[in-house]
């Protein structure tokens, strides 16, 4: 597997305003996606984070909503903007090709994000 | 489009018991990936068990093991010898296989079962 770390944990931000999180790993993979999880609910892919490219946005995200960064194999940044409460949910990201092996994902403990 | 479906919103066991979580899913797919993974209440994601759709023998990582049957479309996740840290949110995930060498694809989640273990 991977150790993944996002920071921050969790924040409890103002309605109006951008969070950018941070998803370090430690060793160099090909393929990075973030996640959101609203409460009580289960997982939904946001984009996929590509290196040397722009991010691939599913389907109801899009760019200027969550500006996604990829600037090299171990590192990503998704910023959530212009903040309104149903933004609030937990951020994950996932990472896999990890060491060869390329059908499995591994999440980061995730950031939980409040807007008030 | 691929959907996955968890029945059972809430199951509960005794400690040292057997459960069983349900899962189906619907693809058009022949060749694709399954994956139950495990969140408790500290919300990281753990990885419990993974199938190949093309293998037909059961995935079995220790007390964990799945019934998976293809032709109906199910992945049910038995867990032996609950214990106390068995405790969760779990989701049945599946995702598309890749042949463009790269194997990435995104994960298609279910809604997820709350299982608490009494001791």
């Known amino acids: 597997s991977a150790v993944i770390s996002q920071k921050p944990s969790r924040d409890i931000c103002q309605r109006g305003t951008s969070l950018t999180i941070q998803c370090q790993v430690d060793?160099?993979?090909?393929?990075m996606f973030w996640y959101r999880q609203q409460p009580g609910q289960s997982l939904t892919l946001i984009a996929t984070?590509?290196?040397?490219?722009?991010?691939?946005?599913e389907s109801g995200f899009v760019i200027d909503k969550f500006p996604i960064s990829r600037p090299n194999l171990t590192f990503s940044t998704l910023t959530v903007s212009n903040m309104s409460p149903e933004d609030s949910s937990i951020y994950l990201c996932s990472v896999g090709n990890v060491r060869g092996v390329t059908d499995t994902q591994y999440f980061g403990p995730g950031t939980r994000l409040t807007v008030l | 489009a691929q959907t996955v479906t968890q029945s059972q919103p809430e199951m509960s066991v005794q400690e040292a018991e057997t459960v069983t979580l349900s899962c189906t899913y619907d693809t058009s797919e022949s060749d694709y990936y399954l994956f139950w993974y495990k969140q408790p209440p500290s919300r990281q994601m753990i990885l419990v068990i993974r199938?190949?759709?093309?293998?037909?023998q059961n995935a079995t990582e220790n007390r964990f093991s799945v019934n998976f049957q293809k032709a109906a479309k199910s992945f049910s996740l038995k867990i032996s010898d609950s214990q106390l840290g068995d405790a969760a949110m779990y989701f049945c995930?599946?995702?598309?296989?890749?042949?463009?060498?790269?194997?990435?694809?995104?994960?298609?989640f279910g809604q997820g079962t709350i299982l608490t273990v009494h001791p």
């Open positions: 199938q190949e759709a093309y293998k037909q």
């Open positions: 984070a590509n290196q040397g490219s722009e991010a691939t946005y």
């Open positions: 995930a599946y995702r598309m296989f890749s042949r463009g060498g790269t194997s990435y694809g995104k994960l298609t």
């Open positions: 060793s160099q993979v090909t393929m």
